[in-house]
């Protein structure tokens, strides 16, 4: 995923920036991290042409762990998933409730 440049004082480093070793299943193309005041406020994981479930979320959990114990304030942090295929029915049960947010290319390009 392409991470932005900085439109105002939140930033969009990359997950490298953040945790100095990334874990094995998250890298910097597909990982991106925001930050306002220091504090995390998203982490999300792009895939294209990969219908994405649990084991994504799953994996954005463990890099927000990560990110924790290097002490970064992940107390309003917002983990989220992108595709261009779609979601599993079961990581979309999880969007209803509240643990992950998901948007797909109607969302990106049309809004909720």
């Known amino acids: 995923m392409a991470v932005p440049p900085s439109h105002g004082p939140a930033a969009a480093p990359t997950l490298n920036a953040a945790v100095a070793k990334p874990p094995p299943s998250v ?3 597909d990982a991106a991290v925001g930050q306002d005041n ?20 799953e994996r954005l959990r463990h890099a927000q762990a990560l990110l924790t114990r290097r002490g970064v304030d992940t107390s309003a942090v917002r983990l989220a998933c992108y595709s ?6 079961e990581l ?4 209803e409730r509240g643990e992950v ?8 390009y049309e809004g909720e």
């Open 27 to 29: 890298g910097a193309s």
């Open 38 to 57: 220091g504090v995390l406020l998203s982490l999300g994981e792009a895939k294209w042409d990969q219908v994405m479930g649990v084991g994504h979320l």
């Open 84 to 89: 261009g295929a779609g979601f599993t029915d």
């Open 92 to 95: 979309r049960a999880k969007e």
């Open 101 to 108: 947010v998901l948007v797909d290319l109607r969302r990106l």
